[in-house]
Antibody, heavy 119, light 112 residues
């Protein structure tokens, strides 16, 4: 079955760290760029970061640049988002991983993992 | 950053009637390769978004033909020819012409 399954969310204090993972199955993972998109409670969608199929190119929203790191392990079909020592209340959101097609659209989304930053 | 503005933000519609959502970008979405990377997504409550339309007017696999997209440059429209109950939820336009990719605020479609 073609799917993406996120994990690693939870509650963390401001300034804390968290690592999110996204397990991909049912398609040739290394052939596709991937992204993280987040959605704050009751709000709209915000693109966070993207990575090329090889992992050689990465892109970030200004709101997370320097704080978050996207990576992938193509041998394990896994996408990751490391959120380092810098989480803020405004990072509270459901984080979705999404498969990105060369025609520049997201054709497959995971169900998301909730990150709550609160003291 | 490219700002995406959707109207209306809320749209009460009668079952079987048409619906239309507008999306305007703060600058042209025509990429240097000649393509326009504007897509539409639908999100039902408690679910992840799902793709409806890509590159302005291409319906994604499995999307009913009552959904159609049109537009060019900075002005785009999603139309539903006859709204069904399963169409409720929030619709987003998204541009992928340049980083950072950006979404519209969302339009909530509800049944009258």
């Amino acid at each position: 079955e073609v799917q993406l399954v996120e994990s690693g969310g939870g509650m963390v204090q401001p300034g804390g760290s968290l690592r999110l993972s996204c397990a991909a199955s049912g398609f040739t993972f290394s052939s596709y760029a991937m992204s993280w998109v987040r959605q704050a409670p009751g709000k709209g969608l915000e693109w966070v970061s993207a990575i090329s199929g090889s992992g050689g190119s990465t892109y970030y929203a200004d709101s997370v640049k320097g704080r978050f790191t996207i990576s992938r392990d193509n041998s394990k079909n896994t996408l990751s988002l490391q959120m380092n020592n810098s989480l803020r209340a405004e990072d509270t959101a459901v984080y979705y991983c999404a498969k990105y097609r060369p025609e520049r659209y997201f054709d497959l989304w995971g169900r998301g993992t909730l990150v709550t930053v609160s003291s | 950053d490219i700002v995406m503005t959707q109207t209306p933000l809320s749209s009460p519609v009668t079952l079987g009637q048409p619906a239309s959502i507008s999306c305007r970008s703060s600058q042209s979405l025509v990429h240097s390769d000649g393509n326009t990377y504007l897509s539409w997504l639908h999100q039902r409550p408690g679910q992840p978004p799902r793709l409806l339309i890509y590159k302005i007017s291409n319906r994604f696999s499995g999307v009913p033909d009552r959904f159609s997209g049109s537009g060019a440059g900075t002005d785009f429209t999603l139309k539903i020819s006859r709204v069904e109950a399963e169409d409720v939820g929030v619709y987003y336009c998204m541009q992928a012409t340049q980083f950072p990719y950006t979404f519209g605020q969302g339009t909530k479609l509800e049944i009258k």
